[in-house]
């Protein structure tokens, strides 16, 4: 069964940085493109960023571009997001996603990132 | 990128229908047949319910419909249950490999 796990979550001042790891396992894991997706403390669903199966583009919303850099290592089924610069406003659950032609059919359980001093 | 529009909130008795509506613009959901719809329960993560605007994923009730008309799409879920009480979020592909989703609708089964 596919299964997201995603780690790095934690609290960090204004201006850190902070690193997410997404490991994918019950399904092909270079065959596919990947998201993250952000949430909030209860608020809505954002998109933040796309990676395609073979990592050879990077697609951002405009609220995360020139801070937050996703990547990929297809030899260890790992999904990484790189965070830079955060905001208060990243605050968020970050979960990892499984793209599915254009939609997100297997997410994560989620990792919380505070940004606060 | 703006996010498309949803009800905060819907409800409806057990049995009942309720359909739920996202509005965007021609650049989102009437440029393609990308919508998708998601149930999420407190704490939990989202789960996918229709994708392709109207294509439900194994395991998901032929209770729940999805269709379009425009750049308004929509979700019905028919013979409510009282596990249906959860957040539901509609998403659509945006072009240039950028998605955007909706301010979400709270479903209350009375």
Known sequence: QVQLVESGGGVVQPGGSLRLSCAASGFTFRSYGMHWVRQAPGKGLEWVTYIPYDGSNKYYADSVKGRFTISRDNSKNTLHLQMNSLRAEDTAVYYCTKDARWSFDYWGQGTLVTVSS | ?110
Request: with cysteine.
């Open chain 2, 1 to 110: 990128q703006s996010a498309l529009t949803q009800p905060p909130s819907a409800s409806g008795s057990p049995g009942q229908s309720v359909t739920i509506s996202c509005t965007g613009t021609s650049s989102d959901v009437g440029g393609y047949n990308y919508v998708s719809w998601y149930q999420q329960h407190p704490g939990k993560a989202p789960k996918l319910m229709i994708y392709e605007v109207t294509k439900r994923p194994s395991g998901v009730p032929d209770r729940f419909s999805g269709c379009k008309s425009g750049n308004t799409a929509s979700l019905t879920v028919s013979g409510l249950q009282a596990e249906d009480e959860a957040n539901y979020y509609c998403s659509s592909y945006a072009g240039s490999n950028n998605w955007v989703f909706g301010g979400g609708t709270k479903l209350t089964v009375l």
